[in-house]
């Protein structure tokens, strides 16, 4: 069965993939526990240009009310290019603001969505460290937010 979290992240990773319009581009989900998502997002990032939405964290929880409810979810999606094979036509900055013109506001399509997806109001990108050699890397910060914007079950 997935997860909230699983399933909030692939619905994001499927908006940026319908919404984005940059040809050429790899857009996926990225799951630390999953071995083959992290080996798609290695060989995937050192082709070009790869957007890679990572496991989504909660940031906040209701603590009256059962479930637990998580009132606010960051949701990150990393961008990276690869200098040398990106033959794209789209730099790590233009790609960083389409996918903030994607998803900033996107209504969550989610279980308690009624909440909408937005851009961190502090830091809404910020660079990794240990990037990897002849690629640069964004991190553009999302956060899920509503009265209840996701809620699991006991």
């Not at 033959?87 to 909408?116: F, I, M």
């Not at 240990?130 to 009265?147: E, I, R, W």
Request: charge should be negative; hydrophobic fraction near 45%; include cysteine.
């Amino acid at each position: 069965m997935r997860s909230v979290l699983e399933s909030l992240q692939e619905a994001v990773t499927q908006q940026l993939r319908q919404q984005l319009c940059l040809p050429g581009a790899s857009v996926l989900a990225r799951r630390a526990s999953d071995l083959e998502s992290q080996v798609a997002a290695t060989v995937q990032s050192a082709l070009g240009l790869c957007l890679i939405v990572l496991d989504p964290r909660p940031q906040r929880v209701a603590t009256a009310v059962p479930g637990p409810a998580f009132l606010e979810i960051e949701v990150t999606v990393r961008v990276i290019e690869n200098l040398a094979t990106n033959d794209t036509g789209v730099g790590l900055l233009a790609a960083a603001e389409r996918a903030c013109q994607v998803l900033h506001l996107w209504p969550l399509p989610t279980a308690g969505g009624d909440g909408t997806l937005h851009l961190a109001e502090t830091n809404p990108w910020t660079t990794p460290t240990g990037q990897a050699k002849g690629a640069v890397v964004l991190d553009v910060h999302f956060l899920a937010a509503g009265s209840l914007a996701i809620q699991t079950g006991r």
